[in-house]
């Protein structure tokens, strides 16, 4: 039997860090080993709560949140409100969060686990890189022990909170530059990969016919999620990002990647915040990263939705 893969998921939440969450959980093929949190779509306190109230909806309660980092680690604070709404995660009602954060805060708890880590652990980060990055400042011996760094964010082409920039890397470019320079392996799942997982009319009508206390909440969080979009892209099938990430981890056949140097571009202009991804190698630097191509629309959501389907 193939070994699960242990991951530390570090989210924003967000609703498709929600459901980054929900399958995460489910999965067999990952060792959950706990949930960082960090500011993002909405201030740290917000995707705290978040990240509770998908657990106790879920009733995931055997894997520990940890509270991480409130601000980037240069930059001024932006938010994704525009998407995911005051809240964070906007459209349903949720009950009181029971689920509590644990207590340690997300670097401690990176690095404890990384320490203790001696075959290795996986950081998906569907957020901002400020947890990240700040970890390995801190320690960083313990690149040795991290396995890979699949980070949702980027894009080859254009952006999506500017023109040119990925919200996740321009929320805190500077952290994203680190990580990328760090050596340690990155993969680099951008919105080329992600706007392949298009939520259309026909994957809602899926998550109704399974009809479980978590796809219904999935159904009214896509709902509003679908609505956002449309308003701010002019977009029917919105892209769901961060599940794309979880998805990569359980079967690898769920997106093409391919070798090539990416830098994150600090310059305060119109660029700022870009991954610049050489992908003819021009530069003839070092490759540092591997970048999604292509997303196997048809197995992704096959794995998601068998996934929640388990609830
Ligand atoms: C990313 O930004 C956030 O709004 C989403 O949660 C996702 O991680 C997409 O650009
Ligand atoms: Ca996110």
């Known amino acids: 039997?193939?070994?699960?893969?242990?991951?530390?998921?570090?989210?924003?939440?967000?609703?498709?860090?929600?459901?980054?969450?929900?399958?995460?959980?489910?999965?067999?093929?990952?060792?959950?080993?706990?949930?960082?949190?960090?500011?993002?779509?909405?201030?740290?306190?917000?995707?705290?709560?978040?990240?509770?109230?998908?657990?106790?909806?879920?009733?995931i309660t055997d894997v520990g949140i940890y509270e991480g980092t409130g601000s980037p680690l240069v930059r001024d604070q932006v938010t994704g409100e525009f998407i995911h709404g005051g809240s964070g995660l906007d459209g349903p009602e949720f009950s009181p969060a029971y689920v509590e954060v644990r207590d340690k805060?997300?670097?401690?708890?990176?690095?404890?686990?990384?320490?203790?880590?001696?075959?290795?652990?996986?950081?998906?980060?569907?957020?901002?890189?400020?947890?990240?990055?700040?970890?390995?400042?801190r320690e960083p011996q313990v690149k040795a022990n991290v396995e890979e760094i699949v980070v949702m964010g980027g894009s080859m082409g254009i952006g999506n909170y500017t023109a040119a920039a990925e919200f996740n890397i321009?929320?805190?470019?500077?952290?994203a530059h680190?990580?990328?320079?760090?050596?340690?392996?990155?993969?680099?799942?951008?919105?080329?990969?992600?706007?392949?997982?298009?939520?259309?009319?026909?994957?809602?009508?899926?998550?109704?016919?399974?009809?479980?206390?978590v796809t219904d909440l999935t159904l009214e969080m896509l709902d509003y999620y679908r609505s956002t979009y449309k308003r701010a892209f002019d977009l029917d099938n919105p892209p769901l990002h961060d599940p794309c990430v979880v998805a990569y981890l359980i079967d690898r056949e769920v997106i093409t990647t391919k070798a090539m140097?990416?830098?994150?571009?600090?310059?305060?202009?119109?660029?700022?915040?870009?991954?610049?991804?050489d992908y003819y190698g021009r530069s003839g630097r070092e490759v540092n990263a591997k970048v999604g191509i292509e997303l196997s629309s048809e197995l992704f959501w096959e794995i998601l939705l068998s996934n929640l389907e388990k609830y």
């Open 1 to 59: 039997m193939k070994e699960e893969t242990k991951v530390i998921l570090d989210v924003d939440p967000g609703h498709d860090d929600a459901v980054a969450i929900l399958l995460a959980a489910a999965s067999e093929s990952l060792d959950l080993r706990g949930i960082t949190v960090v500011a993002g779509n909405q201030t740290l306190p917000k995707t705290t709560l978040n990240a509770r109230r998908i657990c106790t909806a879920a009733g």
């Open 105 to 137: 805060g997300a670097v401690d708890f990176m690095l404890d686990e990384l320490m203790e880590a001696d075959d290795g652990i996986t950081i998906a980060a569907v957020g901002p890189l400020t947890n990240v990055a700040l970890a390995l400042i």
């Open 170 to 175: 321009f929320a805190d470019p500077e952290a």
């Open 178 to 213: 680190l990580v990328f320079e760090t050596g340690v392996p990155v993969t680099m799942v951008g919105l080329d990969v992600t706007r392949q997982a298009e939520i259309t009319p026909a994957i809602m009508k899926r998550l109704r016919e399974i009809g479980n206390r």
């Open 261 to 277: 140097r990416v830098d994150v571009d600090l310059n305060s202009g119109i660029d700022y915040g870009r991954t610049v991804c």
